[in-house]
């Protein structure tokens, strides 16, 4: 394992993407603590404090590495991307002209990104926008101080100030999605998904610290071993595939033969990823949003703060728990298609030993899909909701919100899913040059 | 002198946007974003891109010394 790293040290070109990877994020980090123009940073520092504990914008905050609420440059961080990404793709299903654009390939593919890009930046706009009303009125981080009177986040709540501040912002989103796509043209993985595994990774050691401060030694180590056995856990069910053997015909072609390979399509049990966990907490998020805003309609705020903010109440863990799986079926029917996929395999000369070609081959295909994608979807269920019942019922754990949780779930899953997915980028370069890597 | 610097990052910071925007997206969607799909984009940057990127870096710079040059005036 140590040897692999050593050698892909070695490898000059290797290393250059690697250092290239890692210069960026330390970049994105910077930016991160860079406090946003016209942010008071003493305040916003006392202000956190006070607010330790405050769940609202808890998901966000997580994606954005703690940024969001520290008002920096890069406070959005890729939360404008991730959103309009789950837009364009949900309307790919719905616009049929969009769906014509994807399944041109590449150029149609390229052209998807592209509006991706716009959306994102309309996206950030508003984000922005609402985020430093938010911060001008003082609800996004409600704070007094000695006297009780109210400590404002901003230098002044001018226009032209809040415009600059909002137009800088923007501008960092905008940022972040360059360095990101940097990452994947020049580095090594995917840049944005790295970029989140980044301000994911980045919150570990001061909750850390805040768990052995607060709670003492013996709670942290139990805290990192069941991390450590979480994270075990989720590596084994993200591994975990099943191969469906694909037989080639032969084919001559002039006087070239082609084909007579066997391989396999592997459905994995988590075919979907960490996806259906960012869509339901993202739209279980959304009433928490609305309340905060609509603070006038005390009926509604309510309701909201009873069934939905509380993250331990039965609604809120019922409602993410049927959505999580929901979502899971509804990801992996739009990813992976049996028919499209059957179609492509009759067109080149493949089967599935012992069902014929075409449609007997797509209904087995969807067949293996949906009882495959049973354990995957309880499995997210459960990686989901466990902690947050964990956090409820084990003694003296204070009812916190589950996303500070350093091992919570959605956090360990998108951490797995990118590391795995990077280790693999690295070792099929290695792969290149050298025939062993790191997983052997 | 606040004043001035915000107006110029004002500027920097939509041309920042639309440089960033005029770049080929690169990476598609979230289905490789999570270890979905596997995706290999191998094509090489035009003589276009790569002027693009250089105005883009010096954008980047400004930028980022109007941010810093604001923070240390309002302190």
């Not at chain 1, 041109?104 to 926008?129: M, N």
């Not at chain 1, 919150?203 to 607060?214: E, K």
């Not at chain 1, 754990?397 to 350093?406: E, T």
């Amino acid at each position: 394992m140590l040897t692999a790293f050593g050698r892909a040290f070695r490898t000059p070109d290797l290393r250059n993407k690697m250092l290239f990877t890692l210069g960026i994020l330390a970049l994105f980090r910077f930016g991160s603590t860079v406090p946003a123009p016209g942010v008071n940073y003493q305040h916003v520092h006392d202000c956190l404090i006070q607010n330790k504990d405050s769940s609202v914008l808890a998901l966000v905050n997580l994606f954005s590495g703690g940024a969001l609420l520290q008002l920096t440059v890069f406070a959005l961080g890729i939360m404008p991307y991730i959103t309009s990404s789950i837009i364009i793709q949900l309307l790919v299903v719905v616009i049929p002209r969009l769906e014509r654009l994807k399944e041109q390939g590449q150029s149609g593919q390229a052209k998807l990104t592209q509006y991706t890009r716009y959306l994102t930046v309309a996206l950030a706009i508003l984000q922005a926008t609402g985020i430093v009303a938010l911060a001008r009125s003082g609800r996004l981080l409600p704070c007094t101080d000695s006297t009780g009177a109210q400590i404002d986040l901003l230098y002044s709540t001018s226009v032209f100030r809040i415009i600059t501040l909002v137009v800088t912002m923007t501008a960092g989103t905008a940022v972040i999605m360059w360095l990101g796509e940097l990452i994947t043209d020049r580095g090594i993985g995917n840049g944005m998904s790295l970029l989140i595994f980044t301000s994911i990774a980045a919150r570990f050691p001061s909750q850390g610290t805040d768990i052995l401060r607060s709670r003492g030694t013996a709670t942290f180590i139990a805290v990192l071993i069941a991390g450590l056995l979480i994270i075990v856990g989720i590596v084994f069910m993200e591994q975990g595939q099943r191969r469906i053997p694909v037989q080639y015909a032969k084919r001559m072609i002039g006087r070239r033969m082609y084909g007579g390979t066997s391989t396999y399509i592997p459905l994995k049990v988590n075919q979907a990823g960490v996806i259906p966990v960012i869509f339901s907490s993202s739209l279980l998020y959304l009433p928490q949003l609305l309340g905060q805003v609509w603070t006038s309609n005390h009926t509604f705020t309510n309701f909201v703060a009873k069934y939905f903010t509380a993250t331990d109440s039965w609604t809120y863990i019922g409602s993410y728990a049927l959505l999580t799986m929901f979502f899971t079926y509804f990801y992996v029917a739009i990813t992976f298609n049996p028919v499209e996929v059957s179609d492509n395999m009759r067109k080149y000369g493949g089967f599935i030993p012992g069902i014929r070609p075409g449609r007997p081959t797509a209904e087995y295909l969807e067949y293996v899909l949906s009882r495959i994608t049973l354990p995957g979807a309880l499995y997210l269920t459960a990686i989901a909701v466990l902690p947050i019942l964990a956090l409820h019922f084990l003694p003296g754990a204070a009812a916190g919100n589950n996303q500070s949780f350093p091992f919570g779930g959605t956090s360990v899953l998108i951490l797995v899913g990118v590391g795995l997915d990077t280790s693999k980028q690295i070792e099929s370069q290695l792969m290149l040059r050298n025939y062993e890597g790191f997983l052997r | 002198m606040t004043t001035a610097l915000s107006i110029v990052l004002i500027i920097v910071s939509v041309l920042m946007v639309l440089l960033v925007l005029l770049h080929r997206g690169k990476g598609g969607g979230l289905s490789d974003m999570f270890g979905g799909g596997v995706s290999s984009s191998l094509s090489g940057s035009s003589v276009v891109e790569k002027n693009l990127d250089r105005m883009t870096i010096v954008c980047g710079f400004i930028w980022a010394a109007c941010v810093i040059g604001i923070g240390f005036s309002l302190k």
